[in-house]
T-cell receptor, first 113, second 111 residues
Framework: DGGITQSPKYLFRKEGQNVTLSCEQN?????MYWYRQDPGQGLRLIYY???????QKGDIAEGYSVSREKKESFPLTVTSAQKNPTAFYLC????????????FGAGTRLSVL | EDQVTQSPEALRLQEGESSSLNCSYT??????LFWYRQDPGKGPEFLFT???AGEEKEKERLKATLTKKESFLHITAPKPEDSATYLC????????????FGTGTSLTVIP
């Protein structure tokens, strides 16, 4: 079945540590997105990528980094500069930048030890 | 400034008790309004896309409508399995063709 796979489902970060969240899709979609979801808030865009080797900052990119070396993969690194990383992280994709159906992964819940 | 506001924040219904969720928006141009369903601890699942005022779409017990200022998600005779958070999102030229989400309505349907 085609879809988006996020791993791990749960992740714990120690103080000063960088952690990487994985996002893989087999939908042959060009555009991929990372969102952060906090209780009582809507999904907020961290980074997005329209094509391989290209990505743009969203509204809350500080303390995060991404790469897009392959069409299928869009990993997100939460760096030690992100002082409040505890949240639910969602990866999504659309066929292209004008595609209107956004498909989501199951999410990764990140907590701080 | 573009805004998307959903109301109510939470809604409890008895099974079979129909109601509506609201998504109001103030944006400069609309390239689409989207409804998603999100179950606890899971990613959102796409429900509907609406593009222009007067448009309606239906799926089982759900019906989405759109005016120039708001969208409604009507739930007819809900069942407990309809319990979830319903998210609304918009796309506008001002958001660089990206999706801008509301905070959602948490629906609980009591048997």
């Amino acid at each position: 079945d085609g879809g988006i796979t996020q791993s791990p489902k749960y992740l714990f970060r120690k103080e000063g540590q960088n952690v990487t969240l994985s996002c893989e899709q087999n939908l042959n979609h060009d555009a991929m997105y990372w969102y952060r979801q906090d209780p009582g808030q809507g999904l907020r865009l961290i980074y997005y990528s329209q094509i391989v080797n290209d990505f743009q900052k969203g509204d809350i990119a500080e303390g995060y980094s991404v790469s897009r070396e392959k069409k299928e993969s869009f990993p997100l690194t939460v760096t030690s500069a992100q002082k409040n990383p505890t949240a639910f992280y969602l990866c999504a994709s659309t066929f292209d930048t004008t595609g209107n159906i956004q498909y989501f992964g199951a999410g990764t819940r990140l907590s701080v030890l | 400034e573009d805004q998307v506001t959903q109301s109510p924040e939470a809604l409890r219904l008895q099974e079979g008790e129909s109601s509506s969720l609201n998504c109001s928006y103030t944006v400069s141009g609309l390239r689409g309004l989207f409804w998603y369903r999100q179950d606890p601890g899971k990613g959102p699942e796409f429900l509907f896309t609406l593009y222009s005022a007067g448009e309606e779409k239906e799926k089982e017990r759900l019906k989405a409508t759109l005016t120039k200022k708001e969208s409604f998600l009507h739930i007819t005779a809900p069942k407990p399995e309809d319990s979830a958070t319903y998210l609304c999102a918009v796309r506008t030229p001002n958001t660089g063709n990206q999706f801008y989400f509301g905070t959602g309505t948490s629906l609980t349907v009591i048997p």
